[in-house]
């Protein structure tokens, strides 16, 4: 098993241009979150998905949104980009939403907006 | 609001001291504390959490809610515990909707 995986590794945006993030999740998982890391700092929870439904979002802005499919692979959406969004967004995923079974990362998508 | 706390940026001790890194909470429920490693070029990973009460690689933590505190320490650093330390927290049933803290960067000096 890879683990989690994430696609793709780096990505370069112009403000204002559109973004899509993925996540698979290591197999047999069904719970998958995302945080934004921006440089210094430490993760920041945006969302939680388990069983293909949202069940907790962090302090983001709706130009974030996020969906789980039924292969409990996730994307993150993030629309009219700033330039603050710029940052390290990881993926984790573990077996429950609700119990705190361990949490397993993704190495990370990096995105620069220009 | 939950709130997680590492005052300590940067940390260097010599090989085979005592390490201690920082970690205060604020939450107003019953939270369950984590500690995260990065090592270099590798992933976030978990080291241990409160509720395990578990040695790993040689660190303990141990939850004080008296001082909302969940210090890591580590009796003799060695150079390969180097690396990025997270200090997390999850509200009580909520999954990995994880609270981190900045992180203490840990240098052990040969």
């Known amino acids: 098993d890879a683990g989690v995986t994430q696609s793709p590794t780096h990505l370069i945006k112009t403000r204002g241009q559109q973004v899509t993030l993925r996540c698979s999740p290591i197999?047999?998982?069904?719970?998958v979150s995302w945080y934004q890391q921006v440089l210094g700092q430490g993760p920041q929870f945006i969302f939680q998905y388990y069983e293909k439904e949202e069940r907790g979002r962090g302090n983001f802005p709706d130009r974030f949104s996020a969906r789980q499919f039924p292969n409990y692979s996730s994307e993150l959406n993030v629309n009219a980009l700033l330039l603050g969004d710029s940052a390290l967004y990881l993926c984790?995923?573990?077996?429950?939403?609700?119990?705190?079974?361990?949490?397993?990362f993704g190495q990370g998508t990096r995105l620069t907006v220009v | 609001a939950q709130r997680v706390t590492q005052p300590e940026k940067l940390l260097s001790v010599f090989k085979g001291a005592p390490v201690e890194l920082k970690c205060n909470y604020s939450?107003?429920?019953?939270?369950?504390l984590f500690w995260y490693v990065q090592y270099s070029r590798q992933r976030l990973q978990l080291l241990l959490r409160h509720i395990s009460r578990e040695s790993i690689k040689g660190f303990t933590a141990d939850l004080n809610k008296g001082e909302t505190s969940f210090h890591l320490k580590k009796p003799f650093a060695q150079e390969e515990d180097s690396a990025m330390y997270y200090c997390a927290l999850t509200k009580s049933n909520t999954g990995n909707q994880f609270y981190f803290g900045t992180g203490t960067s840990l240098t052990v000096i040969p």
């Open positions: 197999s047999g998982h069904k719970s």
């Open positions: 984790a995923s573990s077996l429950w939403g609700e119990m705190n079974t361990e949490a397993f």
């Open positions: 939450y107003s429920g019953s939270p369950e």
